[in-house]
T-cell receptor, first 113, second 112 residues
């Protein structure tokens, strides 16, 4: 069965510091991995995806994510956090045989000034 | 840019009422999805549709039905609303051959 784990309910960082939001997954076939961000009372916005190729994927707003097959992880990173990055972040996975996305429970990122 | 719109941002209904949530996308996407979002549970798939008049159950279809009569529109129906259906409902669409889904702004439904 497919699953996604986001082990941290909340991540706190100071503005200007690097941030990491963790995600691990389980999928039977080749994984398609995604990060989405949700601002208060809004829908989800697509940030980045990994399908194949380079393990380091770059996305919107300066975010990047590293795919690690041996650790089945896809952690979201940013070198220098902004207060405006404060939001709810979701990791999601599907395999290459289905359109069904499985989401993690979400991690709230709080960037303090 | 892909645009996915949902008919209401906030909705309050009474227990037992029939509720319709509408979703429209303007990019001719073949696939459309309905999710509900609850704190600590992430998003869970209710139903999806891969073509007009075609539908498949997701992970939590009980108490819901859907309708897709036109390609751009996907409706979620709560036949008899219950308080445990109070939630945020998100619609998404996906073009065949593309990986990422695009989401609407969500409808926050409260059933009293």
């Amino acid at each position: 069965a497919q699953s996604v784990a986001q082990p941290e309910d909340q991540v706190n960082v100071a503005e200007g510091n690097p941030l990491t939001v963790k995600c691990t997954y389980s999928v039977s076939g080749n994984p398609y991995l995604f990060w989405y961000v949700q601002y208060p009372n809004r829908g989800l916005q697509f940030l980045l995806k990994y399908i194949t190729g380079d393990n380091l994927v770059k996305g919107s707003y300066g975010f990047e994510a590293e795919f690690n097959k041996s650790q089945t992880s896809f952690h979201l990173k940013k070198p220098s956090a902004l207060v405006s990055d404060s939001a709810l972040y979701f990791c999601a996975v599907r395999d290459d045989s289905s359109y069904k996305l499985i989401f993690g429970s979400g991690t709230r990122l709080l960037v303090r000034p | 840019d892909v645009k996915v719109t949902q008919s209401s941002r906030y909705l309050v209904k009474r227990t037992g009422e029939k509720v319709f949530l509408e979703c429209v996308q303007d990019m001719d996407h073949e696939n459309m999805f309905w999710y509900r979002q609850d704190p600590g549970l992430g998003l869970r798939l209710i139903y999806f549709s891969y073509d007009v008049k075609m539908k498949e159950k997701g992970d939590i279809p009980e108490g819901y039905s859907v309708s897709r009569e036109k390609k751009e529109r996907f409706s979620l129906i709560l036949e008899s609303a219950s308080t445990n259906q109070t939630s945020m409902y998100l619609c998404a669409s996906l073009r065949r051959g593309v990986a990422e889904q695009y989401f609407g702004p969500g409808t926050r439904l409260t059933v009293t």
